[in-house]
């Protein structure tokens, strides 16, 4: 398959708000602890190792590819590993989740980050990505290319490991505007390039994640935040790939991510999609919204709320069915099954 059959295809179609014949469907995380087959190599190889090790990494991306009729891939990384180029040292810790042993604290800890090229730090992500395209053209599906957001590898650079109020964090964009400039334009930077890098690879489609920004008031987020996920996709813009930029508790800022840039704005189940959709206007597509605890309920519950985002996007071209945040561990993959075969046939 060329690169002009594969810009038919549906997910790149929805991307640039063309129709499809059908709703084209992934979902956030999508390879991960809810498949046995990743469970399986997880018991041989830690996380790190599956991403550092190119045809692993390759192969845990196919899995869900293999599995269930997805309309895109995404490589198997995780938002963390730019944050060890740049000097940290970070270890996920089984029950805990990640952990940063040295996380940045004071001016001095700020002045240490480092900004290396990905080529050179994240060189495993790309190489994944060269493996993983291959297998993918045969197939005509896309491959989507992913980091975290400024602001959400900040709190996971100051907190030193999840949060539930980023007080350090939170703290430091407060507290110290100059500081926290300084880590912000590190982290764009960082952010901008690892982009960039993994569409020069190959990835046709780049999503930012910044999961933690609703943890933001919107003014915080216009002034102290909005201005680095600008430049990070100012950067990418110039692979000239689609960009979806994804946040959750969006609700009080929706516009402005809108405006920080992207071409797909990805939602979460908090904000009905119709309404979302108003809200953001017709110049960019919409990624979402299922709430992913949808996919433990009865499946004629499931199935209802499914097709209750299908018609709020009221078959408009520019819709890509997501969840509105990760998978979840231990989600049946029966249902996954059924979830993406009922939105192909739903809105064919
Ligand atoms: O979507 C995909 O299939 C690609 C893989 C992917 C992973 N992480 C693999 C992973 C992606 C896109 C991510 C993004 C990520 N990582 C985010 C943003 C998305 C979101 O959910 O908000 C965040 C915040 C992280 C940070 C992270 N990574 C945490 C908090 C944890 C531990 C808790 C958890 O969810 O497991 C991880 C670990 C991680 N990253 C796993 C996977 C499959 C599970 C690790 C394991 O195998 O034990």
Redesign the pocket.
Known sequence: MNQSDLDKSRFMRACRRQPTDATPIWL??????YMSEYRKL?ESYG?LDLIKTPELACEVTMQPINAFDLDAA???????PPLEGMGLSLE?VKGE??VIHNPVRTPADIDALRTPPPEESLSFTLEAIKLARRELDNRGLPLIG?S?APF?LAAYAVEGG?SRNFRYAKSLMMADPVQWDGLMAKLSHVVGHYLLAQAQAGAQVLQL?D?WVGALSPEDYRRLVMPYSQKAIEIARAAGVPIIHFGTNTNGMLELIRDAGGDIIGVDWRIDLDVAWERLGDEVAIQGNLDPIALFAPWPELRQRAQAVLDQAGGRPGHIFNLG??ILPKTPGDHVRRLVDFVHEYTA
């Open positions: 956030m995380r999508q390879a991960g602890r997880r996380i995404i490589i198997f990384a995780d938002i963390l996920f989740g990640p992913f975290g959400t999840s994640f999961s945040h990760g």
